[in-house]
Each structure stands twice: as C-alpha cells, then as structure tokens.
C-alpha cells in the first residue's frame, strides 16, 4: 500500500491522525518475518536477515530541507526449538519518514503443526514501538495551529502485538495470513495536542514453485500479496524464475504505484547465505514531474530501491558413540 508522507498528513489534523502506517516491502516473499510471526522457526534453522528500503529516490520538500522520502532497515533473527514444538523470533525495524522514526522491538513466538505434507506455523508477536515526531521542522499554514506551532520534539513509547498463520510445502508451495498492530494503540504525546493511533492491518500473500517440465533446472515462482486496513487495499502480483535453485530473476506489479524487477542468488562459497535486490519503478504520480518551487520542472521520484541479505545455518551436534562392557567379552 502506497505510504502518504505523514507531515502531509498531519496538516490536517488537529487530534489524531490516520495513515497507512506499515513498510511496503518489494521482496516479501524474502521478509515473512517483518509480518508474519507464524513464520518464527518454520525453516528448522537459525536465520538472520536484514533489509534496507529506500522509497521514492530523489524525492525533496521545501519542508525544512528533509528530503522526506520513507527510509527503512530492519533485522530479524528466529530459529525452531523444539522443547517449545515451535520458533522464537526477534525483530528490530527503524522507519523514517518525513520528520517521523520509528523503533520497534518485537518478539514472535510460532507454535509448529504437521499438516497433510507441509508444516504449519500459529504466531503471535509482541514488542514496543517508539514514535517521535520533530515539530520544529514543519511549516504551519496556520501560524496558531498548537500542534504545530508548539516546536516540540514529541515521543511516545507504545505496546504492539500481531498474529499470523503460515503453512508451507517444501519445493511446492507456501501461504500466509497475518494481521499487525493488533491493539490499534495510541501514540500519547506529553503534549496531548495530536496522538496517532495505529491503525491494524491485514496481509493475504502465497507463492507456488512449477517446475518446467522441458527445463527441469528452470523453476517458475508466482507470489501474490494483498495488504489492506479496510479503508483502502493494495495488492503485489510477482512471477519469479529460479535457475538451478541458485540464482533468480523476476517482476512484480503493485495496483498504482509501481513496477519492480526483482534480482539475487544464493551464494554457493557460502552454504545458506542469499542477497537480493529490486527496484521499484514508479507508476504513480511521484514519479511524474513537479515543480521544484522556483519554476523549474523537476522528477518527484527516481523510483524506489531494496537490499536484503539473508543467512540459515543449522546446530548439528554429533552423539559420541558409547561403550559398554559385558562379560560375554571379557
């Protein structure tokens, strides 16, 4: 779902303030943690990935000089185990946003089920997000507005939770249904003048791996993915083509808003390390031409770019053989 700058937003607001709040990720099929805590330990290995998203390259306002554009990084960190007969996960997101940053802490617990031939993942997440918002930076168009005109640096620290469902088959198929911000908390600034509320979302997402069968190293990877907080929705639609299970390239389709070619590999001196890339050409109005404020003609937005690298490793630990003495053979 295309993200409205919240400093946009907040200029017709004068208590709360209602925005699509959640990061847009390209490569979601690479990121299920970053939503879905049914996802924590499903692979049976200790992974770590971390992403780094930035939206609406060259993007500039006449706010302040912040070039305003959304800037994301995210880490998580989750692994089976089994004496819980599930995965733990830990996630860590920083979003920036006009003169928005946001910190969040969560973690996920997911409670492992065998079904039919594939695996089934029930999460549940909760952690801390920490919101501040640098009023000094904005421009009122009122100079009475008392949100605005307070120059305030505002934070708040506010509970969050989410839960979710994944399933996959190995080399076949997976799907995913998850919802985030579940308590629809409230950001209260000390000023009590404006306090954002956390509005919940909704994500709907699967992918399937056909196998062409006059090219068996050759794999076709379609992905589907439908966001939506029942006021407005947006749906991914991406078609992967995998070579010899190491290497990938692909496009994706997002409903108004942009095309993405999609890039990466496993890396075979490295056994269980991946990368990847995308860029999101965009299709919207941001990526038209504007005036820069003096006249002149400029590009809102040179499109949007993404790197993720990933890593699994597995803890083998080997049973030492044991003796035993018998008196058979003495």
Request: contains cysteine.
């Amino acid at each position: 779902m295309s993200r409205k700058l919240l400093f946009l937003g907040l200029m017709m607001i004068s208590v709360m303030g209602f925005t699509q709040q959640e990061i847009q990720y390209t490569n979601f099929m690479f990121s299920n943690m970053a939503f879905n805590p049914g996802y924590a330990g499903i692979n049976r290995a200790i992974c770590a990935t971390a992403l780094y998203r930035q939206q609406w390259m060259g993007f500039s306002s006449s706010y302040g000089g912040d070039k305003g554009a959304p800037e994301d990084f995210y880490l998580t960190v989750e692994s089976n185990l089994d004496l819980l007969h599930g995965g733990l996960g830990l996630t860590i997101l920083k979003d920036k946003i006009g003169f928005e940053d946001n910190i969040a802490v969560r973690l996920a617990y997911s409670f492992h089920l065998n079904v039919g031939p594939g695996k089934l993942g029930i999460g549940l997440q909760a952690g801390m997000i920490n919101k501040k918002i640098d009023f000094s930076k904005f421009k009122p168009v009122d100079p009475g507005d008392p949100l605005l005109s307070s120059k305030n640096v505002e934070t708040a620290m506010s509970f969050d939770m989410a839960f979710g469902a994944y399933y996959k088959i190995d080399q076949v198929m997976y799907a995913g249904l998850s919802s985030t911000q579940l308590t629809q908390s409230v950001a209260e600034f000390t000023s009590n003048i404006g306090s954002p509320e956390y509005k919940r979302h909704y994500f709907l997402y699967g992918g399937y791996y056909w196998q062409l069968p006059m090219a068996p190293n050759i794999v076709i990877n379609p992905n589907v993915m439908i966001k939506t907080d029942f006021v407005s929705a947006q749906y991914d639609i991406n078609v992967l083509g995998w070579y010899n299970n190491a290497i990938y390239a692909g496009v994706t389709y997002r409903a108004i808003d942009a095309i993405a070619i999609l890039a990466g590999a496993n890396i075979p001196q490295v056994p269980g390390l991946k990368g990847g890339v995308s860029y999101d050409i965009t299709t919207s109005s941001l990526g038209g031409k504007g005036s820069d404020g003096n006249g002149a003609s400029k590009r809102r937005s040179f499109g949007s770019a993404e790197i993720y690298i990933n890593y699994c490793f597995e803890i083998v630990i080997k049973v030492k053989p044991e003796r035993h003495k018998t008196v058979l053979f003495l």
